[in-house]
């Protein structure tokens, strides 16, 4: 059965902070991993990763994907209270006849950024 | 970016009755859509997933009888629940990827809420 595992679960910080994220990972047939950040509804997309080592960027935020060791981390620079959220990691693999994939995705972290 | 539209946002039944929820991808045509659930505090956990033209592949412990699931065609995928009951009383999200199925990500509705009394 595919796994993913976030942590930490919950994380509180000051607005400023740097925040790491982590999200392990054991599937079969791994295609890419996914980091999503979700407020009150539905998630959003933030990065998909799918080559080890290349780090993906956008803005406060960056990703960073090793697949030898199986996990991924999220960073955020200069946290904002607007950043408070939880952030989901998803990886997508394929099922063993390769005709069909799934999304399965960690428990999230429940990052809270205070003034 | 692609836009997944899921309807309705928000919905109130009564116990024993049936919802039907839809989810449409307005901008691409998705051969493939994923239903998932969420209770609070918790993640997203795939309930089944939706190929156009064919039966739904249901995950392990999701009662297929009962989550009826039909994708009649490329931009349209419906999840009814069926003799609702009020531990049926979740966040229900839908998601689709586009016609190629490439490597990309998947765009999600906005959920619906759905609660049985």
């Known amino acids: 059965e595919d796994k993913v595992v976030q942590s930490p679960l919950s994380l509180v910080v000051h607005e400023g902070d740097t925040v790491t994220l982590n999200c392990s990972y054991e599937?079969?047939?791994?295609?890419?991993l996914l980091w999503y950040k979700q407020e009150k509804k539905a998630p959003t997309f933030l990065f998909m990763l799918?080559?080890?080592?290349i780090e993906k960027k956008s803005g406060r935020l960056s990703s960073i994907l090793d697949k030898k060791e199986l996990f991924s981390i999220l960073n955020i620079t200069a946290t904002q209270t607007g950043d408070s959220a939880v952030y989901l990691c998803?990886?997508?693999?394929?099922?063993?006849?390769?005709?069909?994939?799934?999304?399965?995705f960690g428990k999230g972290t429940l990052l809270t950024v205070n003034p | 970016g692609a836009v997944v539209s899921q309807h309705p946002s928000r919905v109130i039944c009564k116990s024993g009755t049936s919802v039907k929820i839809e989810c449409r991808s307005l901008?691409?045509?998705?051969?493939?859509m994923f239903w998932y659930r969420q209770f609070p505090k918790q993640s997203l956990m795939l309930m089944a997933t939706?190929?156009?033209?064919?039966?739904?592949?249901?995950e392990q412990g999701v009662e297929k009888d009962k989550f009826l699931i039909n994708h009649a065609s490329l931009t349209l995928s419906t999840l009814t629940v069926t003799s609702a009951h009020p531990e049926d009383s979740s966040f229900y999200i839908c998601?689709?990827?586009?016609?190629?199925?490439?490597?990309?990500?998947?765009?999600f509705g906005q959920g619906t809420r759905l609660t049985v009394v």
């Open positions: 998601s689709a990827r586009d016609l190629q199925g490439r490597s990309t990500e998947a765009f």
């Open positions: 599937v079969t047939n791994f295609r890419s």
């Open positions: 799918t080559s080890s080592g």
């Open positions: 998803a990886v997508e693999a394929a099922n063993s006849g390769g005709s069909n994939y799934k999304l399965t």
């Open positions: 901008d691409f045509q998705a051969t493939t």
């Open positions: 939706s190929n156009e033209g064919s039966k739904a592949t249901y």
